[in-house]
Structures are given as structure tokens and as C-alpha cells.
Nanobody, 129 residues
């Protein structure tokens, strides 16, 4: 059974940092593009970042560029999201997602939630002002 499990969320003051992790099990995701999305209360789920399976391409949403960094360790079947200079508007449930193996596409393709086949349960990030 394929599972994605996020961890690392919590409460942090504005300007602080958090590192989210997403560990996959059930099969290798070394050949899948991995993404992070978030959903704030009353809002739609939105794209945050994605890293292609070869890590050759990395995409970020404009609101997080320069503050968030996505990375992956294929030996651990894990993808990370380092979040720095956090703002109250970053408060949301953060979800990890995995695409099918060997997919290819543009940044806009990987920014769409329907691109992804597998999802984690989410981890809450709360940034206080």
C-alpha cells in the first residue's frame, strides 16, 4: 500500500523556520515528481513547490520564492520543504504529493493538484504574528 507521511509541522513565530518532511512507503518514488501543496482555512489548495524525479527541475509558487527550498533524498524515499522567513499568511495544512513515475511536464503541469496520484494526510503549520 502506497503511503505518504508528512511531519515537521508546528507553531512558529513570524520570521522563524520549519522543515517539513514527507516519507513515502509502498514503492520507490525515486522516479516520481514530488510536490508540496497547502490549504488555508476557507481557501482552495494551492501549489507550493515541486521537484522532478531527476531533481533537474524545481518549481516554486511566487509567494514562497526565495524563502522556501524543496529537496529530496531518493535513498530515503523522502522529500523536504525548508521554510524560512515564515509569515502569518503561510499558515495552512501542508500536503505532500507524488506523481506517477517517469512523467514529464512543465512548471504549470506540476503546479496542478490533479497531476498527482498520491497524497499525504497533511501537517499543520501555524505562523503567529
Amino acid at each position: 500500500q502506497v503511503q505518504l507521511v508528512e511531519s515537521g509541522g508546528g507553531l512558529v513565530q513570524a520570521g522563524g523556520s520549519l522543515r517539513l518532511s514527507c516519507t513515502a512507503s509502498g514503492r520507490t518514488f525515486s522516479y516520481s515528481t514530488m510536490g508540496w501543496f497547502r490549504q488555508a482555512p476557507g481557501k482552495e489548495r494551492e501549489f507550493v513547490a515541486a521537484t522532478t524525479w531527476s531533481a533537474g527541475n524545481i518549481y516554486y509558487a511566487d509567494p514562497v520564492k526565495g524563502r522556501f527550498t524543496i529537496s529530496r533524498d531518493n535513498t530515503k524515499n523522502t522529500v523536504y520543504l525548508q521554510m524560512n522567513s515564515l509569515k502569518p499568511e503561510d499558515t495552512a495544512v501542508y500536503y505532500c504529493a507524488a506523481d506517477k513515475p517517469y512523467s514529464s511536464g512543465s512548471g504549470s503541469y506540476y503546479s496542478r493538484s490533479r497531476t498527482y496520484d498520491y497524497w499525504g494526510q497533511g501537517t499543520q503549520v501555524t505562523v503567529s504574528s
